[in-house]
């Protein structure tokens, strides 16, 4: 079946805008998961949603990131007045419950 | 200290051999372990999964846990070139839904 899809995958804005990230998970996956990974910082975890719900919001940096998730299924990260630091590539992952996740190809971010 | 460390490497190894990838975690109540292969610019794909301690086999892949250590490894037997990669070792700690630990990643690459 179909993986993980997100769009778009690249995106290059100017410092300040707002952006919109968008994750498809595998169908009938319940638990959604946003990660992203940059030069140094490895790949961090941002956000969890089970079902429409998201119980654990603890890596979101500031509160210029917001994410929401309908009809438990399609998420969007959004990042208000993107700032260069925002640049990196975002990762969306899904999994039945909370076993193993599967990742989609990411939407890689550069903010001018 | 990282909650997940793993050796940055390169790890260089030639074709046919075995390469041994090492992980260690520091909170002792996580309870699944995961290795992704990440090709450069791509995303993380799941190879193996261990929930127990012991020995796990897929193919060529064994990961292997020991809980009273905190340590879990993964070895490829008869290494690809293909198998050139990073590895990233991910940890769930059962108490904060899906939400995966990920070490730095070790880079391996397997010469012909």
């Known amino acids: 079946g179909a993986g993980v899809s997100q769009s778009p995958s690249n995106k290059v804005t100017e410092k300040g805008k707002d952006v919109e990230l968008r994750c498809d998970p595998i169908?009938?996956?319940?638990?959604l998961y946003w990660y992203r990974q940059s030069l140094g910082q490895g790949l961090e975890f941002l956000i969890y949603f089970q079902g429409n719900s998201a119980p654990d919001k603890s890596g979101l940096p500031s509160d210029r990131f917001s994410a929401e998730r309908t009809g438990g299924s399609v998420s969007t990260l959004t990042i208000q007045r993107t700032q260069q630091e925002d640049s990196a590539v975002y990762l969306c992952?899904?999994?039945?419950?909370?076993?193993?996740?599967?990742f989609g190809p990411g939407t890689r971010l550069t903010v001018l | 200290q990282k909650e997940v460390e793993q050796n940055s490497g390169p790890l260089s190894v030639p074709e046919g051999a075995i390469a041994s990838l090492n992980c260690t975690y520091s909170d002792r109540v996580s309870q699944s372990f995961f290795w992704y292969r990440q090709y450069s610019g791509k995303s993380p794909e799941l190879i193996m999964s261990?929930?127990?301690?012991g020995d796990k086999e897929d193919g060529r892949f064994t990961a292997q846990l020991n809980k009273a250590s905190q340590y879990v490894s993964l070895l490829i037997r008869d290494s690809q070139p293909s198998d050139s990669a990073t590895y990233l070792c991910?940890?769930?700690?059962?108490?904060?839904?899906?939400?995966?630990?990920f070490g730095q990643g070790t880079e391996l690459s397997v010469k012909p």
């Open positions: 261990i929930y127990s301690n």
């Open positions: 991910a940890v769930n700690r059962g108490n904060q839904g899906g939400k995966l630990i």
């Open positions: 169908s009938g996956h319940t638990a």
């Open positions: 992952a899904s999994s039945l419950w909370d076993n193993e996740q599967f």
